[in-house]
């Protein structure tokens, strides 16, 4: 009887508030600087995974949200899975009791369960996933650092996954990358109160990539330059500060500032690239409106609420538990959600659907 091997994982989507937009290296995605991330709950949203090795498998192949990705065409990919299966490989060399799977073809099954390639680092919950089910799958034993190292050739952001709560990115100095990977910074527990409010504004696939976008920015934009030398590595350390002292009112500002730092180098790239559009913008005053009218009223805090937009027009707002329902309720009716449009346009496979598309 043949055997088949499968994992399935899932992997949430972290936001940054200190962004990473430029690399230094395109082929191991070394960024041109550190950044600091949320990752989110993850029951909210996700990637879900599934890999499947066995041997009567012709080719790999892999489906995002049911349709077919070519691998050979997608170096994302192809490095992810030719890491995981080398590992596999040196595994099975080195202990002869092991099945011989790593050269198996695989049939990858993935889905996120919110709008994909929309600024809502669909990317980053993906490449974590990936690269955390073929470790599964593979039974490999590889600590967060290493997982997070090869997760990162995938997509930048992706390293920032594999941990919870607040997560920092540091760039490191190598040329062969092996000291550019994410860090817990603090765990969820240390800091509870925090809330992410994800507002949509446009589910679409944006234009420009993020992959693209940055290379434009740092081949085109004199402002970068500052932005990587004096803005980011002063808020990395207020950010840190911040977050050890569960400083709302300093993490907040840091936070707007560096989206809106971020937003600015994007509109300096020639051509220049808009990410958000008027709703965002709008988003934006309204944040620093109800901000100033909570203070008026005598609020102990300068911000009750941040604002941040990652490579897209959707928002995501950062708020304590105790505001998040005043915030959520005042931001509806200012912006009342479509009434002909579910807003999760994302995907959800059940165990039958994913036997289905693996097939
Ligand atoms: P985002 O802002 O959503 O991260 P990016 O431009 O960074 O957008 O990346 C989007 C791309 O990431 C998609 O077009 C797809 O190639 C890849 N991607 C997204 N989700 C997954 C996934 N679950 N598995 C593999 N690749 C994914
Ligand atoms: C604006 O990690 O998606 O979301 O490494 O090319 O896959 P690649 O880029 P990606 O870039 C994320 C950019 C950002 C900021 C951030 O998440 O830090
Ligand atoms: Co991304």
């Given at each position: 009887m043949l055997k088949v091997y499968e994992a399935t994982c899932t992997a949430p989507i972290n936001i940054a508030v200190i962004k990473y937009w430029g690399k230094r290296d395109t082929k191991l995605n070394l960024p041109t600087n550190s950044s600091l991330s949320v990752t989110l709950s993850q029951d909210d949203l996700h990637t879900k995974t599934t890999c499947r090795a066995a041997p009567e498998l012709k080719a790999d192949k892999l489906w995002l949200n049911g349709k077919e990705e070519i691998i050979a065409q997608n170096k994302r990919l192809t490095n992810v899975i030719n890491e995981m299966r080398a590992q596999r490989k040196k595994l099975e060399e080195n202990d002869?009791?092991?099945?011989?799977?790593?050269?198996y073809k695989l049939h990858i099954c993935s889905a996120n369960n919110f709008p994909t390639?929309?600024?809502?680092?669909s990317s980053a919950a993906g490449f974590a996933c990936l690269t955390f089910s073929l470790a599964t799958l593979y039974q490999l034993k590889l600590d967060n650092v290493e997982l997070s190292t090869i997760a990162r050739t995938g997509s930048?952001?992706?390293?920032?996954?594999?941990?919870?709560?607040y997560v920092a990115w540091?760039?490191?100095?190598?040329e062969d990358g092996s000291d550019s990977h994410a860090i817990q910074?603090?765990?969820?527990?240390?800091?509870?109160d925090m809330q992410a409010i994800i507002l949509v504004v446009n589910d679409a696939k944006k234009k420009t990539s993020s992959t693209l976008g940055m290379q434009h920015t740092v081949a085109t934009s004199p402002l970068i330059q500052h932005r990587i030398k004096h803005v980011v590595p002063k808020a990395m350390e207020d950010m840190k500060t911040a977050i050890q002292n569960k400083d709302f009112d300093s993490f907040a500002e840091i936070t707007m500032r560096d989206s809106n730092s971020f937003h600015a180098v994007c509109a300096d790239t020639f051509p220049p690239i808009y990410y958000m559009n008027d709703i965002s913008r709008a988003v934006v005053n309204a944040v620093h409106d109800y901000n100033a009218a909570k203070a008026a009223m005598?609020?102990?805090?300068?911000?009750t609420v941040a604002y941040t937009f990652d490579a897209g027009p959707n928002a995501v707002l950062y708020v304590q538990k105790k505001d998040a329902d005043n915030v959520l309720g005042v931001i509806s009716r200012i912006f009342p959600a479509a009434?002909?449009?579910?807003?999760?346009s994302g995907f959800n496979f059940n165990d039958q659907e994913i036997d289905e598309v693996l097939a």
């Open positions: 002869n009791s092991l099945p011989k799977i790593a050269d390639a929309a600024g809502l680092a930048g952001s992706a390293c920032r996954s594999l941990q919870g709560g540091e760039m490191g100095e190598k910074v603090a765990s969820r527990e240390h800091w509870p005598g609020s102990a805090q300068k911000y009434e002909d449009k579910n807003i999760y």
